[in-house]
């Protein structure tokens, strides 16, 4: 019976040391692997949390009801400093090492969210959310977001994406590098490899494209394709583009657009002023069909009483003096100035409906001297009569 009693001490003494060596520490809810733990520091530590790896949630307390419980912290000193901080998530090295008291963060990978101090989180990738103090990030890739610190509600997808970022808020970036250099700007989309690289303070960007926006230093522009709107500096503009090869090119704030490879509006066709219009095509249209919608009247003041049609040796007399018509623009003038079409089309119809007009009057002069001459006829054919009949008595 000794001898019985002698070997389970020595297998109580075995598993006592085995604890000690491994650091494994289980308390209510709540398990500890490996030197210095939270869960082997404190005897308060709350429930529901697993630490494993050295210093694993080491300041973790959770004294009040509620606080620094349902924690998983995997890594070397991951949540290291955590304190009330709950529902987080710590997995690599130094992951979430000075985050104290926020809540609901998930950080995966070395060094990340290291001094976070911020809830909501979510960090994948070494050095990701390195620095930030802020709220409701999702950072995914090396580096990504790596010296954010105020700045909140971003998502950086890919390796260094936002990496310089510091205050910008409510930013997505997507590719290796996009919106590396971006500190405060806000409210940017920037998808593709170095999309919006050295940005750093303007909002509202839209770059699609590897490349799109590298040098961009204004706000509200869209850009849509490999290095479109590469040195744009300007803002609200837009490019369809691959490289220089630009298929459109506009401007938000005049509401302008042209097509055909312009990056750049005309103000004026000869002497003519064109800086309102609003479409600019290089190379001309083709198409099958085109709607005009006048904004002043059409031709038919021609039919009105009070019109005064020029008579044709007035017309004659315009013509030999100008070599065009009256109220027709001149050849040089359409070489020099172009012409708009609607009121092209407003002047041809005019000069169709003093066509009419002429027409008019002279079939009624026409007619006027068809029945003079039906009439002289008649005389004739009596004077024919009575010529016959005086010849035939004698």
């Not at 837009?238 to 055909?260: P, Q, S």
């Not at 020099?336 to 003093?354: R, V, Y």
């Amino acid at each position: 019976m000794k001898k019985e009693f002698f070997i389970v001490g020595l297998l109580l003494a075995g598993v006592m040391q085995l604890n000690a060596q491994t650091g494994l520490i289980e308390t209510v809810n709540e398990t500890g692997l490996g030197t210095q733990n939270g869960a082997a520091q404190s005897a308060s530590a709350a429930t529901g949390s697993t630490f494993v790896g050295y210093q694993a949630g080491f300041a973790n307390t959770g004294i009040a009801p509620g606080t620094g419980a349902k924690n998983s912290f995997v890594g070397s000193q991951a949540g290291r400093s955590n304190t009330t901080g709950t529902q987080n998530t710590y997995v690599g090295f130094n992951s979430g090492y000075v985050n104290t008291t926020g809540n609901n963060n998930v950080f995966i990978g070395g060094y990340t969210g290291y001094n976070s101090t911020g809830g909501g989180n979510t960090f994948t990738g070494y050095y990701s959310g390195y620095n930030t103090s802020s709220e409701y990030n999702s950072f995914y890739g090396f580096g990504s977001g790596r010296y954010n610190t105020t700045g909140t509600q971003n998502v950086f997808i890919g390796a260094n994406s936002g990496f310089n970022n510091v205050s910008g808020t409510g930013n997505t970036f997507s590719g290796t590098n996009t919106g590396i250099n971006n500190t405060t700007g806000f409210e940017n989309t920037y998808l593709g490899f170095n999309a919006g690289y050295n940005n750093k303070t303007s909002g509202m960007n839209t770059f699609v494209g590897t490349r799109t926006g590298f040098n961009t230093l204004g706000s509200g522009n869209v850009f849509l394709g490999h290095e479109a709107g590469t040195n744009e500096t300007g803002s609200n503009k837009f490019y369809l583009a691959v490289g220089t090869n630009t298929l459109m090119y506009g401007d938000f704030a005049t509401g302008k657009i042209a097509i055909g490879g312009a990056t750049s509006f005309p103000t004026s066709a000869g002497s003519v002023n064109v800086s309102n219009y609003k479409l600019f095509v290089k190379g001309g249209i083709l198409t099958e069909e085109v709607r005009i919608q006048l904004a002043t009247g059409w031709a038919d003041y021609v039919f009105a009483d009070n019109y005064k049609l020029p008579s044709l040796n007035e017309v004659e007399q315009f013509i030999a003096k100008n070599g065009h018509l009256p109220n027709v623009p001149s050849a040089k003038q359409v070489k020099e100035d172009g012409i708009e079409l609607g009121q092209m089309a407003n002047i041809q119809q005019e000069k169709i409906e003093e066509l009419t007009l002429y027409a008019i009057e002279q079939n009624k002069q026409i007619e006027t001297q068809k029945s003079q001459l039906e009439q002289q006829q008649k005389e004739i054919d009596e004077l024919k009569a009575a010529v016959k009949s005086l010849v035939g008595k004698q």
